[in-house]
Structure formats: structure tokens, C-alpha cells
């Protein structure tokens, strides 16, 4: 799967501009796919040159035009060949906050504390937006696309849990320690 893969399935249930493919990206696959702001509009000329989508502009009054995106028949047929492919393993993304727990030990209590409180903080943030999102979406929701959210949903409350319990079992570490 790449940006190319995750354009063309946008564009295979409705015409989008550059912004509203970026707003999507940022938005609604976030949850499951990382992709760059700088790599999007030249990943669209790409694609256009090479037949997988058409530009079409659209005259605005008082605004500048619009330039609205529309798969092709070949891109079509590429996406297809994507979905009908073997299918990816998932990769994790690089995680900075795990790399400084794996290390925890060496950061001392306090500061342990502080950073899983601020990513639990982090977590429930995300998980209330992820949460409103499907109250606003899940009626115009095919239920493939509820799938994904409620996965996203359930990984937030696993990481929330998970984080909760170790800072019991810190907590208990550190009174062990002090004797209280």
C-alpha cells in the first residue's frame, strides 16, 4: 500500500480536489495511514501523467479555480489490482514514546510518570475525537469503513488500559522502594 493505492480509492467513490484528498489523509486515514503534505500534490501529477486520473478545472467567481481529481478507467484498474493483491504486512509506524519507555528505567520516576500521564492525555484525546468522528459519520458509513474506526477505537482503549496499569505497577515499584 502506498499514497498512490490510498488516492486512488478516495477518488473511486467520488471526485476530490488536492485539498480535500490532503483533508482526508489528515483526517479520517490518519488513524491507520501516515502520509506527508509534501509528497501529496506531487504524487497527483504523477498520477495524472501517467493516465491514472484527469484533472478537471472548475471555474469559481472570486475565488481561484478549483481543480477537481476524477479516476480513470487505467486507475481503476490499478486500485483493483491493489484490493485484488496479496495483502500487505501491517508495518508500525516509528515511536518515539515507546523507544523512551522501552528505556524507562533510566529516566527516573518522576519523569516516567510524566511522560505516560502525557501520552494517556494524548490517547484520550484522540480516542474522543476518533469516537466523535464516528458519531458524526457512521450513518454514511459503508460498514467495512466502521470496521476501521471501531479497530482504531478498541487499539486507544487497549493502549488507555495498558497505560493505567503500568502506572499502578510503577507506582507500587517506586513505594517498594521508598518502604512506604
Known amino acids: 500500500m502506498n499514497s498512490q493505492d490510498v488516492i486512488l480509492g478516495m477518488l473511486m467513490k467520488e471526485s476530490l480536489t488536492g485539498y480535500e484528498i490532503k483533508q ?16 501529496i500534490y506531487p504524487m497527483l501529477t504523477r498520477m495524472e501523467k501517467e493516465g491514472l486520473i484527469t ?8 475565488k481561484p479555480n478549483k481543480n477537481v481529481l476524477n479516476i480513470t478507467d487505467k ?20 515511536s518515539d ?4 519507555l522501552y528505556f524507562g528505567e533510566f529516566i527516573g520516576y518522576d519523569k516516567l510518570v ?12 484522540k480516542l474522543n ?3 466523535e468522528k464516528h458519531l458524526l459519520y457512521k450513518d454514511e458509513m459503508h460498514p467495512t469503513q466502521i470496521i476501521c474506526i471501531q479497530i482504531g477505537i478498541q487499539e486507544y482503549n487497549a493502549k488507555l488500559e ?8 510503577i507506582e507500587q515499584l517506586e513505594q ?3 518502604g512506604v
Not at 495498558?162 to 505497577?169: P, V
Request: proline residues 1%; aromatic residues 10%.
Open 24 to 39: 482526508l489523509l489528515e483526517d479520517v486515514f490518519a488513524y491507520f495511514y501516515s502520509s506527508s503534505y509534501g509528497t
Open 55 to 62: 484533472k478537471e478545472i472548475v471555474l469559481q467567481d472570486g
Open 75 to 94: 486507475g481503476r484498474d490499478c486500485f483493483n489490482a491493489y484490493l485484488q493483491g496479496p495483502l500487505e504486512e501491517d508495518s508500525t509506524k516509528k
Open 97 to 100: 514514546f515507546m523507544m523512551r
Open 114 to 125: 510524566a511522560l505516560l500521564k502525557q501520552v494517556q492525555e494524548d490517547t484520550q484525546k
Open 129 to 131: 475525537q476518533l469516537c
Open 162 to 169: 495498558t497505560i493505567a496499569q503500568g502506572l499502578l505497577s
Open 176 to 178: 517498594g522502594k521508598s
